[in-house]
């Protein structure tokens, strides 16, 4: 009878062992398959934006400007802006823009810090359906709002995003897939009438 109860007994924990060790392996591998090796493409995220009508963007911006892009950057989207440990495809990769005003048309700055989703960091790679992308150089026109960063100093000009980035046309107007294209002097006129109404 002792004997049968040993057996039983080395049995249920040789079942509590293997149960165990699978549990370990499968999660192990579970967080394998999260984990992408160096440059691999963490895929690509689709954002919706809310696209106001043109008197609300004029409206509710705070900052109008003509400005150029001056730096672009990739950074981990961490509290610290660096790569996260491990790198999963949880992870997220933002561009920040640096703009240098060249005309203020509403409110006032001397540089514009934006970030968009997407970008390329470290050799990863991730890809953000609707946002602006920019080179250093290129004019653009920026509809935006004021935030601050986690240490309360830094302006950071969020929302550089197509419904309120506009980029230059050879003629001088700027354009832009939500509204069309638009011309420097007739904004001017549009904001004064925002300001008025």
């Not at 495809?89 to 968009?116: A, C, H, M, Q, W």
């Not at 150089?137 to 240490?151: C, E, P, Q, R």
């Amino acid at each position: 009878m002792a004997m049968k109860s040993s057996k039983k007994l080395g049995f249920v924990l040789l079942a509590i062992s293997l149960l165990l060790i699978a549990s370990v392996v499968g999660y192990a591998y579970s967080q394998s398959q999260n984990r992408l090796p160096e440059g691999k493409d963490l895929g690509e995220m689709m954002i919706n934006w809310y696209i106001p009508d043109y008197n609300a963007l004029v409206s509710d911006s705070d900052l109008i400007v003509v400005a150029t892009v001056t730096n672009k950057t990739g950074i981990w989207g961490t509290d610290d802006g660096e790569k996260p440990s491990p790198v999963t495809i949880y992870s997220s990769i933002y561009t920040e823009y640096t703009f240098k005003p060249d005309e203020i048309l509403k409110g006032n700055t001397t540089t514009i810090i934006g970030r968009v989703r997407g970008g390329t960091v470290d050799g990863y790679t991730q890809k953000a359906t609707q946002t602006s992308s920019f080179e250093v150089g290129d004019k653009v026109l920026l509809f935006v709002t004021n935030n601050k960063d986690a240490d309360g100093n830094r302006i950071l000009w969020y929302h550089i995003n197509w419904p309120g980035a506009f980029t230059e046309t050879t003629d001088g107007k700027f354009t832009n897939p939500c509204y069309g294209e638009i011309s420097i002097e007739q904004l001017k006129q549009d904001i004064a009438d925002s300001e008025t109404a």
